[in-house]
């Protein structure tokens, strides 16, 4: 069983940013790849970020330059940086694990095990 808790949404004016973290549990964090997804009201979760156990990073086209995904194995935190946000940026940000290393279902929701609560990023004009 491996527990998430994401942290850091609010509320922010456009252009600004924010800092998303992600706190695991488990012992073996460093082998997750681990994702964040985002959920607009009315809309399907989407894919937005992935990082592997070997730090590799992949992004939806429409945040790609503007948000940053990076890990800290010791910490067992996988963190999302948010720059030149959008109000269609607002949503409820997830945060997934997946621990069976399906890298290539890094953008898919069926490839996380384990999903935290969300955290609501809104984003104003």
């Known amino acids: 069983q491996v527990q998430l808790v994401e942290s850091g949404g609010g509320l922010v004016q456009a252009g600004g940013s924010l800092r998303l973290s992600c706190e695991a549990s488990g012992r073996t964090f460093s082998r997750y790849t681990m994702g964040w997804f985002r959920q607009a009201p009315g809309k399907e979760r989407e894919f937005v970020a992935a990082i592997s156990s070997g730090a590799v990073t992949y992004y939806v086209d429409s945040v790609k330059g503007r948000f940053t995904i990076s890990r800290t194995n010791a910490k067992n935190t996988v963190y999302l940086q948010m720059n030149s946000l959008k109000p269609e940026d607002t949503a409820v940000y997830y945060c997934?694990?997946?621990?069976?290393?399906?890298?290539?279902?890094?953008?898919?929701?069926?490839?996380?095990?384990?999903w935290g609560q969300g955290t609501q990023v809104t984003v104003s004009l």
């Open positions: 997934a694990a997946d621990l069976m290393a399906r890298e290539f279902l890094y953008s898919e929701i069926s490839g996380y095990d384990y």
